[in-house]
């Protein structure tokens, strides 16, 4: 590894002051996955990682999951300490759900452009403009903001929560438009829409998208809700990111071009290694747009170091995790039966 790349993990921590950040040596290769191993065992540490993440963290993971899986593995653990690979909204979800256990997160600035464009306040604004609405949010929002939410939703169990929404009340949806949209259409119900997006999803295009399909007519279009419509439009197959998987994996069809974030193509394959999987294409041709720039900031070098220093730690208010906690214990108790 460049002295480059070690400086940018070491340059996470944030030891300054009390270690000396030359001193610290990171493994490298094979003995890097086994040291992180060691540190595992050593702290009796749960790995918990996202489809999204890269590869070789996938790899390593004690459970790889979506939003709604990986909130259900943190509430359940009995690790004394979760090293949470995915975006901070998660690793905050996950300190919400066990606040006694240790909680750290490979970069803090692993952020999200829904959850940074979503603040608590603007929902408490919606909701004095519409004091009649439920407010639905969407998981990925930061502790405030699901503080002011009615009900937690992930794209797993959006469509089961929002019809069981009491119908005599409007519904906020926040802070997805994408996703809302898309809801609004399967569910029948009208929803008030914040207007946000994924950067990730809003990056796909529909043209080059068409010409993808028109190349390969045998080839079925799977994307995730998040996108926007004139790419679902096209889609034969629309689903969250544990749909997709076991879409792919159970589907005749021989050849998928994928509609959503490039590191669950890692998992596609070893599921269905007989299988063609095709990136969708994205607007700008110079860019590598369908890979989350946040998800990628975490990298096993700062795995290993959040988790021999404990450091990014999660902390959070105890009262503002209370208030968090109750839309996430209402999402889970309404998506019971879902996998
Ligand atoms: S893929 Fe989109 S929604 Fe997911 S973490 Fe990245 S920016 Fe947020």
């Known amino acids: 590894m460049s002295t ?15 270690l000396n950040i030359e001193d610290i040596k990171i493994p490298q290769g094979e003995e890097l996955k086994q040291a992180i191993l060691d540190l595992k065992k050593e ?142 259409k399967k569910t029948g119900r009208d929803m008030i829409l914040w207007d946000g997006s994924c950067i990730v999803h809003e990056a796909f295009s529909m043209e080059r998208i068409a010409q993808q399909l028109a190349e390969n007519p045998d080839a079925k279009l799977i994307a995730h809700p998040e996108s926007e419509t004139p790419v679902l439009d096209l889609a034969h197959f629309i689903g969250s990111t544990s749909a997709l998987l076991n879409f792919v994996e159970k589907d005749d069809s021989q050849k998928f071009i994928v509609a959503t974030e490039e590191g669950i193509l890692h998992e596609m394959k070893k599921r269905a290694p007989q299988k063609e999987l095709i990136p969708a294409l994205v607007f700008d041709e110079s860019c590598n747009c369908s890979e989350c720039f946040y998800m990628k900031r975490n990298t096993m070098e700062k795995l290993y170091l959040c988790m021999k220093y404990e450091l990014p730690e999660i902390l959070i208010d105890e009262e503002l995790r209370l208030k968090a906690l109750k839309p996430i214990e209402a999402m889970l108790e309404m998506s019971k039966t879902i996998k």
């Open 43 to 184: 702290k009796n540490a749960v790995i918990l990682a996202h489809y999204y993440q890269p590869a070789d963290i996938q790899d390593i993971a004690d459970f790889l999951g979506d939003s709604l899986q990986l909130a259900r593995q943190a509430k359940d653990t009995d690790a004394d300490m979760i090293a949470f690979c995915g975006v901070h909204f998660m690793a905050e979800a996950a300190k919400i759900l066990n606040p006694t256990k240790k909680v750290v997160l490979p970069d803090t600035q692993a952020g999200c452009s829904l959850a940074d464009g979503c603040s608590g306040e603007g929902l408490r604004k919606m909701r004095e403009q519409y004091p009649d609405a439920l407010i639905a949010t969407y998981i990925n929002c930061n502790a405030e903001t699901k503080a002011e939410s009615d009900i937690i939703v992930t794209s797993s169990n959006a469509e089961t929560i929002i019809e069981a929404l009491p119908k005599d009340r409007p519904i906020i949806f926040a802070p997805d438009k994408n996703l809302g949209k898309y809801l609004s």
């Open 4 to 18: 480059e790349t070690l400086d940018k993990a070491k340059a996470n921590l944030p030891v300054r002051g009390f």
